[in-house]
């Protein structure tokens, strides 16, 4: 599986942007779909994952109600809306794919696929 992550940018402290990550491959809807991000000097962490056939969405509790994981199975694509942006919300983000369900504690390292990241910055 190829991931293709897209969408990043620079924003203003309370705006929007939506990240996009195609994947390659023609059993797109058989792989749990995840978004992590980088901060500057941090470890890498969770932020939000959706089963393969998107029934089921966790996230990291500094993004609930903010930024929404969907999939589109029929574009191979997988969305992270994200709203109301915080400074702290920047970081390199970068999508993840794994035929196993991603809960928020998974550890990186048990991830088979990795897309290059999408920088994302947030202004005060």
């Known amino acids: 599986v190829q991931l293709q992550a897209s969408g990043g940018g620079l924003v203003q402290a309370g705006g929007s942007l939506r990240l996009s990550c195609v994947a390659s491959g023609r059993t797109f809807n058989s792989y749990a779909m995840g978004w992590f991000r980088q901060a500057p000097g941090k470890e890498c962490e969770f932020v939000a994952s959706?089963?393969?056939?998107?029934?089921?969405?966790s996230y990291t509790d500094s993004v609930k109600g903010r930024f929404t994981i969907s999939r589109g199975n029929a574009k191979n694509t997988t969305y992270l809306q994200m709203n109301s942006l915080k400074p702290e919300d920047t970081a390199v983000y970068y999508c993840a794919a794994d035929p196993l369900y991603m809960p928020r504690s998974i550890e990186i390292h048990d991830i088979d696929y990795w897309g290059k990241g999408t920088q994302v910055t947030v202004s005060s």
């Open positions: 959706i089963s393969g056939s998107g029934g089921i969405v």
